[in-house]
């Protein structure tokens, strides 16, 4: 069946430090990848998105995704994280390019100080 | 720029009423989205529409729901009865497609359901 899996359903990380969250999928062909993150009480933004070429993909607010295909993973990652990103983070695809996005179960980040 | 526009932002009701919640998509966006989020079963796509015609229900629970775009630029979905089980938050989200893709899903700051 085609899914995306996110296996951590929450990171506690300390300001400062390296934050990487894991998203797998499984689909007959590499859809379209997607991160996103919610803040409490608000909506979805999207961070970034890998639809081809470079495997490595800059986002906003300083994050990046990497895209395995052998792996069948999109990780997305941040240097050195600030209060600011404690949020709910999604990884999405959207198999045949358009249409139904899926999303992952989310990953929860908590931020201390 | 206003973005999605998503009214009531909270709604608790009574098991049996009918619920109508409302979007305004960005304008010049084509396609139009209902999202439902909930713990147990994270985002799940209930209806997506483009150019205003639904293109896909399927994620839609039951016929208790019923969603409609009757403009570019407002959409409808509706519980009726509602029951506890409804519960939830229910983003509304928009993007512009093109022949074989779309653009960046832009959401709204969704609408808290409440089913007593």
């Known amino acids: 069946a085609q899914s995306v899996t996110q296996p951590d359903i929450h990171i506690t990380v300390s300001e400062g430090a390296s934050l990487e969250l894991r998203c797998n999928y499984s689909?007959?062909?590499?859809?379209?990848l997607f991160w996103y993150v919610q803040s409490p009480g608000q909506g979805l933004q999207l961070l970034l998105k890998?639809?081809?070429?470079?495997?490595l993909v800059q986002g906003i607010k300083g994050f990046e995704a990497e895209f395995k295909r052998s792996q069948s993973s999109f990780n997305l990652r941040k240097p050195s994280v600030h209060w600011s990103d404690a949020a709910e983070y999604f990884c999405?695809?959207?198999?045949?390019?358009?249409?139904?996005?899926?999303f992952g179960a989310g990953t929860q980040v908590v931020v201390t100080p | 720029d206003a973005g999605v526009i998503q009214s009531p932002r909270h709604e608790v009701t009574e098991m049996g009423q009918e619920v109508t919640l409302r979007c305004k998509p960005i304008s010049g966006h084509n396609s139009l989205f209902w999202y439902r989020q909930t713990m147990m079963r994270g985002l799940e796509l209930l209806i997506y529409f483009n150019n205003n015609v639904p293109i896909d229900d399927s994620g839609m629970p039951e016929d208790r729901f019923s969603a409609k775009m009757p403009n570019a630029s407002f959409s409808t979905l509706k519980i009726q009865p509602s029951e506890p089980r409804d519960s939830a938050v229910y983003f509304c989200a928009s993007t512009y497609s093109y022949g074989t893709g779309h653009g960046e899903l832009f959401f709204g700051e969704g609408s808290r359901l409440t089913v007593l």
């Open positions: 999405a695809v959207a198999p045949g390019g358009w249409g139904k996005l899926q």
């Open positions: 689909y007959g062909a590499t859809p379209y």
């Open positions: 890998y639809f081809s070429g470079d495997t």
